[in-house]
């Protein structure tokens, strides 16, 4: 299994909706993340987790809170989001942070489209 | 911190001829270099990587080349074919201070047949 399952693919929230992101990888990864995607631009970093732990927060603001409940599950939670964080949010796992890791390809899911109205 | 510029923004090819994708990267700290396909409406996937021991890696129809010292990669495609239009992003990662991985801004080839 290569795979990383996002969920829902597509999301249409209000701006005082509260909503959750969901992540999931059975490949035994220990390094996860989420990353903020708009039209025609590269993947942001958002959050990195590694074996559970938050490692990296790029200053994102406190609307979207992430979690990872365990090894294999990411979650990022969205509430009284703007417009303007509308776009596809990607998730990704790779083996390990570090490079003691022979591996350190990122697999991406699909993403999730969310609309913020 | 770290910053990845990539260039071209766009490049048109004649189907069957090379492409050449070009990125410099500011941190002599970063040590693996992915590139990275993305589909219009699908998610990023690895294509070909490379790490800072290595100068040049090749996969049947792409390449990738590092130049440590000059702190350039770039992607080569050759024999290019219509289903190799997508957007393609080159990306650095450091190993220390947070292991972030950074992205170009993304280059789109059109494959005219």
């Known amino acids: 299994d290569t795979e990383v399952t996002q969920t829902p693919k597509h999301l249409v929230m209000g701006m005082t909706n509260k909503k959750s992101l969901k992540c999931e990888q059975h490949?035994?990864?220990?390094?996860m993340y989420w990353y903020k995607q708009k039209a025609k631009k590269p993947p942001e970093l958002m959050f990195v987790?590694?074996?559970?732990?938050?490692?990296i927060n790029e200053s994102v603001p406190s609307r979207f809170s992430p979690e990872c409940p365990n090894s294999s599950l990411l979650n990022l939670h969205l509430h009284a989001l703007q417009p303007e964080d509308s776009a596809l949010y990607l998730c990704?796992?790779?083996?390990?942070?570090?490079?003691?890791?022979?591996?350190?390809?990122?697999?991406f899911g699909q993403g999730t489209r969310l609309t913020v109205v | 911190g770290e910053n990845v510029e990539q260039h071209p923004s766009t490049l048109s090819v004649q189907e069957g001829d090379s492409a050449v994708i070009k990125c410099t990267y500011s941190?002599?700290?970063?040590?693996?270099f992915p590139w990275y396909k993305q589909e219009l409406g699908k998610r990023p996937q690895l294509i070909i990587d490379?790490?800072?021991?290595?100068g040049e890696k090749k996969d049947q129809r792409i390449a990738v080349t590092l130049n440590k010292t000059a702190k350039h990669f770039s992607l080569h495609i050759t024999e290019t074919q219509p289903e190799d239009s997508a957007v393609y992003f080159c990306?650095?990662?450091?190993?220390?201070?947070?292991?972030?991985?950074?992205f170009g801004a993304g280059t789109r080839p059109f494959v005219k047949a």
């Open positions: 990704a796992s790779s083996q390990d942070l570090v490079e003691r890791a022979r591996n350190t390809e990122a697999f």
């Open positions: 490949m035994g990864h220990r390094a």
């Open positions: 987790y590694s074996y559970e732990k938050l490692s």
């Open positions: 941190d002599s700290a970063s040590n693996y």
């Open positions: 490379i790490r800072s021991n290595v």
């Open positions: 990306a650095a990662k450091l190993n220390t201070g947070g292991f972030k991985t950074i």
